[in-house]
């Protein structure tokens, strides 16, 4: 990854997770989520640890490293995505991709709040932005008298994976702050995730049966392999060089892409306030995107700018 520019990196994770919103819903069938998550997560943290191994990078580390690891895993890869899985079974998929538009806020916040950095007001108003966006795209799904509790149900689910996530992100970037490569981080990250989706899939007594659609191990291999290996780590990469906050910017695009393709593939049909709050949502991201509210919200630039570095341009 350390040979793909900045707008590379960006490119790929938003053409590809702007495609998985979708291939999610090929996986909600007979297999219930958790164990969906868990089959996806376990086939690439496998993958990755491979990849790592053919490098020549080391895959050992202390008990505390692991820890660290199941930290980022558990809420980055494992219960944050059993929840999108859950919140795409009562909305559009785009809706939820939408949703973590709420992202880069939260992650700033959180880096804030944990490494000490001072975020500035423009990043802060994006955010703001962005969730009012949020909450304008939701609003209909929730108001809907036919399908208002299947929209409040969406929504509980997006916020859940949206919190999940954010600390999971956090995670990931405090490991690589400890000096624990990225690809084993990953890997190990990825596995620990798959065994926390199981367990919650175990403690909720959900039926293990693999179905036999061929839509749904071609979306396995699409959500294993590019969704999960690829496009994580570039956006890994991605955050090593710019941060959590400004990283967690991938969600402008991403989230229009994930749009679209419900319109194309899922047949919804957004209102005036969903048009209004993607708009929104995009525009708030946009708006943290600028270069001196990114580097104001970034902790690892910081710690970079401490140590006589600098992190690297696009």
Same mark, same amino acid.
Request: charged share 10%; with cysteine; net charge positive.
């Given at each position: 990854?350390?040979?793909?520019?900045?707008?590379?990196?960006?490119?790929?994770?938003?053409?590809?997770?702007?495609?998985?919103?979708?291939?999610?819903?090929?996986?909600?069938?007979?297999?219930?989520?958790?164990?969906?998550?868990? &089959?996806?997560?376990?086939?690439?943290?496998?993958?990755?640890?491979?990849?790592?191994?053919?490098?020549?990078?080391?895959?050992?580390?202390?008990?505390?490293?692991?820890?660290?690891?199941?930290?980022?895993?558990?809420?980055?890869?494992?219960?944050?995505?059993?929840?999108?899985?859950?919140?795409?079974?009562?909305?559009?998929?785009?809706?939820?991709?939408?949703?973590?538009?709420?992202?880069?806020?939260?992650?700033?916040?959180?880096?804030?709040?944990?490494?000490?950095?001072?975020?500035?007001?423009?990043?802060?108003?994006?955010?703001?932005?962005?969730?009012?966006?949020?909450?304008?795209?939701?609003?209909?799904?929730?108001?809907?008298?036919?399908?208002?509790?299947?929209?409040?149900?969406?929504?509980?689910?997006?916020?859940?994976?949206?919190?999940?996530?954010?600390?999971?992100?956090?995670?990931?970037?405090?490991?690589?702050?400890?000096?624990?490569?990225?690809?084993?981080?990953?890997?190990?990250?990825?596995?620990?995730?798959?065994?926390?989706?199981?367990?919650?899939?175990?403690?909720?007594?959900?039926?293990?049966?693999?179905?036999?659609?061929?839509?749904?191990?071609?979306?396995?291999?699409?959500?294993?392999?590019?969704?999960?290996?690829?496009?994580?780590?570039?956006?890994?990469?991605?955050?090593?060089? &710019?941060?959590?906050?400004?990283?967690?910017?991938?969600?402008?695009?991403?989230?229009?892409?994930?749009?679209?393709?419900?319109?194309?593939?899922?047949?919804?049909?957004?209102?005036?306030?969903?048009?209004?709050?993607?708009?929104?949502?995009? &525009?708030?991201?946009?708006?943290?995107?600028?270069?001196?509210?990114?580097?104001?919200?970034?902790?690892?630039?910081?710690?970079?700018?401490?140590?006589?570095?600098?992190?690297?341009?696009?």
């Amino acid at each position: 990854m350390s040979r793909f520019k900045n707008w590379q990196l960006f490119a790929i994770c938003v053409g590809v997770w702007g495609t998985t919103w979708h291939a999610i819903t090929y996986q909600l069938s007979d297999l219930a989520p958790e164990f969906g998550v868990a &089959l996806r997560f376990a086939i690439a943290g496998g993958a990755v640890l491979v990849l790592a191994l053919w490098r020549g990078e080391r895959i050992r580390f202390p008990a505390a490293a692991h820890l660290a690891l199941a930290l980022q895993g558990c809420f980055l890869y494992g219960v944050s995505y059993v929840c999108v899985y859950h919140a795409e079974r009562y909305v559009a998929s785009g809706l939820v991709g939408v949703g973590y538009s709420a992202s880069p806020l939260l992650t700033g916040l959180g880096a804030a709040a944990l490494f000490g950095v001072t975020i500035g007001a423009r990043f802060i108003a994006g955010g703001v932005l962005g969730l009012a966006g949020v909450a304008l795209i939701f609003w209909p799904e929730i108001v809907r008298p036919a399908d208002g509790e299947r929209g409040l149900l969406g929504a509980a689910f997006t916020i859940a994976s949206v919190l999940l996530s954010a600390v999971g992100s956090l995670a990931a970037s405090r490991n690589r702050q400890l000096g624990v490569p990225l690809l084993p981080a990953m890997g190990f990250g990825m596995l620990y995730g798959a065994v926390a989706a199981a367990i919650v899939g175990l403690l909720l007594r959900r039926d293990f049966a693999l179905p036999s659609q061929p839509s749904w191990w071609l979306s396995l291999a699409w959500l294993a392999l590019l969704g999960s290996v690829l496009a994580f780590a570039c956006f890994l990469t991605l955050q090593d060089r &710019l941060g959590p906050g400004p990283a967690g910017t991938v969600g402008v695009m991403t989230p229009l892409i994930a749009l679209v393709v419900s319109l194309v593939f899922e047949g919804f049909r957004p209102d005036l306030l969903t048009a209004l709050g993607a708009a929104l949502a995009a &525009l708030g991201n946009a708006l943290m995107l600028w270069p001196d509210a990114a580097s104001r919200a970034s902790p690892l630039a910081a710690m970079a700018t401490a140590k006589g570095g600098a992190p690297a341009g696009e």
